[in-house]
T-cell receptor, first 114, second 117 residues
Framework: QKEVEQDPGPLSVPEGAIVSLNCTYS??????FMWYRQYSRKGPELLMY????GNKEDGRFTAQVDKSSKYISLFIRDSQPSDSATYLC??????????????FGAGTRLTVKP | KAGVTQTPRYLIKTRGQQVTLSCSPI?????VSWYQQTPGQGLQFLFE???????NKGNFPGRFSGRQFSNSRSEMNVSTLELGDSALYLC????????????????FGPGTRLTVL
């Protein structure tokens, strides 16, 4: 079983729809949760960052973390064709200079149709 | 501030050859991590360098190696290439890479797409 599970999709929605993207994880040590957006032929770019449980909102994007269920979500409201990309969840947990311990989901490919 | 740069952007090699990829981190970032991205496996961590030392290593064979220079620039080398090594190789830099908060968030380069024939 992978440490981070993410449905690769593809997911296709009409413009204006609410999009829900999700990841589950198995390592309870994860404390930092991130969503990256990756356009075709580009590297991933950080979209949202959340520490521990709770919600975080940034414009049309809302990130939710439920540590008790080991489940994180990204919601996109009023989706636009420019949101078409692959969305990767990522998480990490260690502190104290142990080095990179980030783990990524496989990524969900989203297409928003005009 | 310039982002993470990677060279070359595209590379075609044949089985058995070796390849060296280069990464220049964001100015001031001391941690450089390398990832392999494939459609089937997603993003897989290769290794991380911090202050010229390999600090963390993923589960890849010894054919994959890297190094970091005093200016934090990093190179990754793959020897005896196999067809399965075809992938997008991503480099990411961060201030310290310790997962200690947003300040250590990784910023990715555009990647080098390696095709092995």
């Amino acid at each position: 079983q992978k440490e981070v599970e993410q449905d690769p999709g593809p997911l296709s929605v009409p413009e204006g729809a609410i999009v829900s993207l999700n990841c589950t994880y198995s390592n309870s040590a994860f404390q930092y949760f991130m969503w990256y957006r990756q356009y075709s032929r580009k590297g991933p770019e950080l979209l949202m960052y959340t520490y521990s449980s709770g919600n975080k909102e940034d414009g049309r994007f809302t990130a939710q973390v439920d540590k008790s269920s080991k489940y994180i979500s990204l919601f996109i409201r009023d989706s636009q064709p420019s949101d078409s990309a692959t969305y990767l969840c990522a998480m990490s947990g260690s502190q104290g200079g142990d080095g990179n311990d980030m783990r990524f989901g496989a990524g969900t490919r989203l297409t928003v149709k005009p | 501030k310039a982002g993470v740069t990677q060279t070359p952007r595209y590379l075609i090699k044949t089985r058995g050859q070796q390849v060296t990829l280069s990464c220049s981190p964001i100015s001031g970032h001391r941690s450089v991590s390398w990832y392999q991205q494939t459609p089937g496996q997603g993003l897989q961590f290769l290794f991380e360098y911090f202050s010229e030392t390999q600090r963390n290593k993923g589960n890849f064979p010894g054919r994959f190696s890297g190094r970091q220079f005093s200016n934090s620039r990093s190179e990754m080398n793959v020897s005896t290439l196999e067809l399965g090594d075809s992938a997008l190789y991503l480099c990411a830099s961060s201030l310290a890479g310790s997962s200690g908060g947003l300040a250590d968030t990784q910023y990715f380069g555009p990647g080098t797409r390696l095709t092995v024939l």
